[in-house]
């Protein structure tokens, strides 16, 4: 599938605003609060990225999509700020939850949950994580604990979740629980007396509005016209949002990484050390060469599974070789490009000391590179086995 015409040239107005609008926000100091200070701040560049044309650009609110390509021009070009993608309505978990609304919510469920968060002017919540001390879901989603029963024409939740990014302030929540008939996903308004939030952790992150919840679920009451698909397929609907979402945070970090190697290298080329340059001393050039040469090695990765998505398929291994390499790829570029600035690096005076910072969670959420890894040797023993003779 081409890259259209359309989607290039959103994705130029994308990088425009996200240069031109939103950099200048990262020095703001209400970009390091999770809570209310940062919420504001969101709400006033979205008015802006509204005027300008570029907010949601990448779905419609019935859910009509950009193909996976086109979304990977538009989507590295937002993420050139961390906070550009908050900008323009294409972070996390947002944009995975659109995805998702769009795909498998019913005419009804979009109107009264997708629009709203189309229009940038409500937040959402995806609710699949348990506490450890729990003994619940984590990067083995089977544990999941959190339990629902039909009474009646409702659905039951109880259970506790946590790590929810974004749950604080949010007013719509994907919940995922555990009927009898298997995993079940619902769609429930935010916020709920029968969602509480136990504490917001302090993390390595910031620019997160609502931060990462611990949530209680306490006789949580939900209509049974709010569930997606049926009691026991919610895996299956949570496959649907995996690959894409998976990949969505690779163009976004891969945005982020393309931009913290500008500014590295803006660095290393006015610095000097030892009588020149400091990128004319093999070891920082060498830094920034292999930083060029990972970036186009994500770039590339990104645009193949992207392209196997684009077939139809759920691209479930390829989503996941992508997610391990471009992660651990970026973690190494921002690694680099902190070293290459030496002291400067790890200020706040420039934005990559935050990319730094929060790519480090990459390589945890959506799979853990262990897990994907695991997965990936059960298939290669699999595939090993049956090309046996009998
Ligand atoms: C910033 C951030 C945002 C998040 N946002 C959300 C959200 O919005 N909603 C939500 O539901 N969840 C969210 N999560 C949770 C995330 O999905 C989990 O952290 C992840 O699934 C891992 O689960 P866990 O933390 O319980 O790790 P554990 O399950 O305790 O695993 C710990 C470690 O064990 C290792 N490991 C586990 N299994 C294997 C294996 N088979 N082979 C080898 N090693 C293994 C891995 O190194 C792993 O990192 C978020 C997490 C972070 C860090």
Redo the contacts with the bound molecule.
């Keep these: 599938m081409t890259i259209s015409q359309h989607a290039l040239d959103l994705a130029d107005r994308v990088e425009a605003f996200v240069r031109e609008v939103v950099i200048p926000y990262e020095q703001d100091p209400r970009r390091d609060h999770h809570g209310a200070p940062l919420d504001a701040m969101v709400w006033e560049m979205r008015e802006k990225a509204r005027a300008a044309g570029v907010l949601t650009p990448h779905i419609q609110s019935n859910g009509d999509h950009l193909s996976q390509r086109e979304t990977a021009v538009v989507l590295i070009r937002s993420g050139l700020s961390p906070l550009g993608p908050l900008a323009c309505n294409t972070n996390a ?1 947002d944009e995975g939850n659109m995805y998702l609304l769009g795909h498998v919510g019913s005419p009804q469920i979009k109107e009264r949950f997708l629009a709203k968060l189309h229009a940038g002017r409500a937040r959402s ?5 348990e506490p ?1 001390e729990w003994g619940g879901a ?3 989603p089977s544990m999941m604990k959190t339990l629902c029963r039909m009474e009646g024409n409702h659905w039951v939740i109880d259970g506790q ?6 749950a604080e302030g949010a007013e719509v929540g994907i919940v995922m629980a555990k009927a009898e008939q298997g995993a079940c996903m619902f769609v429930v308004d935010l916020p709920n007396p029968a969602i509480r939030t136990v504490d917001v952790p302090n ?1 390595i ?1 910031s620019s ?1 509005p609502g931060g ?1 919840a611990t949530i209680a679920i306490e006789n949580l009451r939900v209509p049974a016209d709010q569930m997606l698909g049926q009691a026991g397929e919610g895996f299956q609907y949570a496959q649907v949002r995996l690959s894409p979402a998976r990949l969505s945070h690779c163009m976004r970090w891969l945005g982020a990484c393309i931009r913290a190697q500008e500014i590295a290298t803006d660095y290393a080329c006015r610095r000097e050390a030892f009588g020149k340059p400091l990128i004319e001393h093999e070891g920082v050039g060498f830094m920034l060469a292999e930083n060029r040469i990972l970036l186009k090695q994500c770039e590339l990765m990104i645009d193949w599974c992207a392209g196997v998505l684009d077939t139809g398929s759920l691209g479930t291994v390829e989503s996941s070789m992508t997610k391990v390499s471009v992660s651990e790829a970026l973690m190494k570029i921002a690694d680099n490009c902190v070293q290459v600035m030496g002291g400067m690096g790890v200020t706040g005076k420039t934005v990559v000391e935050q990319v730094f910072r929060e790519v480090r ?1 990459f390589r ?8 994907h ?2 997965s990936l040797a059960k298939k290669i023993k699999r595939e090993w086995k049956q090309a046996q003779p009998a």
């Design positions: 978990p919540a995806f609710l699949m994580t450890a984590g990067a083995d979740k946590c790590f929810i990014t974004g993390t992150d997160m990462h969670a945890i959420y959506d799979g853990p590179t262990e897990v890894k695991w």
